[in-house]
Antibody, heavy 120, light 106 residues
Framework: EVQLVESGGGLVKPGDSLRLSCAAS????????MNWVRQAPGKGLEWVAS????????YYADSLKGRFTVSRDNAKNSLYLQVTSLRAEDTAVYYC?????????????WGQGTLVTVSS | SELTQPPSVSVSPGQTARITCSGH??????AYWYQQKPGQAPVLVIY???ERPSGIPERFSGSTSGTAVTLTITGVQPEDEADYYC??????????FGGGTKLAVL
């Protein structure tokens, strides 16, 4: 069974940094491009970033470039998102999602998300 | 680039719900639809404009016309009440979501 479990969220102060993690299991992690998507409270989904299988290709939403860094460790079946200089508007649930490039060409599995709250 | 959806759609049980999504990426790139219920992660319900993943009921279908795509739910059930998001790419690797549509089953 495919499982994606995010962690690392919590209450942080403006200006802090945070690293989110996503632990993957039930599939060959190293064969899939992975994504981060976030959702502010009561708002819609916002795509954040994607990283290819060997980290060769990394893309970010234009509005988020500069403070967000996505990375992965295929040996640990883990995906990461480093966020610096956190702002109130970064408050959101952060989801990791697998990209299926073979059949659906879509985000076919999602974790349950980790909540990041930025507040003083 | 943006994908535009109506904020809300309301239907009675058994009726047909149609949710549209429009934007310039759509004639050149596939659209995808996700269902999200309160407190849950999104679930893919339509891929490549009109394909349905295994396990998704047949009442869910997708279609495309020019710069718009439509998610149709035929014979809406109470459990279909959720937020629905369209999703596409404006280049080969940059993704964008629509603003979401709240489907109310009255």
């Amino acid at each position: 069974e495919v499982q994606l479990v995010e962690s690392g969220g919590g209450l942080v102060k403006p200006g802090d940094s945070l690293r989110l993690s996503c632990a993957a299991s039930g599939f060959t992690f190293s064969s899939y491009t992975m994504n981060w998507v976030r959702q502010a409270p009561g708002k819609g989904l916002e795509w954040v970033a994607s990283i290819s299988t060997s980290s060769t290709y990394i893309y970010y939403a234009d509005s988020l470039k500069g403070r967000f860094t996505v990375s992965r460790d295929n040996a640990k079946n883990s995906l990461y998102l480093q966020v610096t200089s956190l702002r109130a508007e970064d408050t959101a649930v952060y989801y990791c999602a697998r990209f299926d490039q073979l059949i659906t060409v879509a985000l076919d599995y999602w974790g349950q998300g980790t909540l990041v709250t930025v507040s003083s | 680039s943006e994908l535009t959806q109506p904020p809300s759609v309301s239907v009675s049980p058994g009726q047909t719900a149609r949710i549209t999504c429009s934007g310039h990426p759509l004639p050149n790139h596939y659209a995808y639809w996700y269902q999200q219920k309160p407190g849950q992660a999104p679930v893919l319900v339509i891929y490549k404009d009109s394909e349905r993943p295994s396990g998704i009921p047949e009442r869910f279908s997708g279609s495309t016309s020019g710069t718009a795509v439509t998610l149709t739910i035929t014979g809406v059930q109470p459990e279909d009440e959720a937020d629905y998001y369209c999703h596409s790419t404006d280049s080969s690797d940059i993704w964008v979501f629509g603003g979401g549509t709240k489907l109310a089953v009255l």
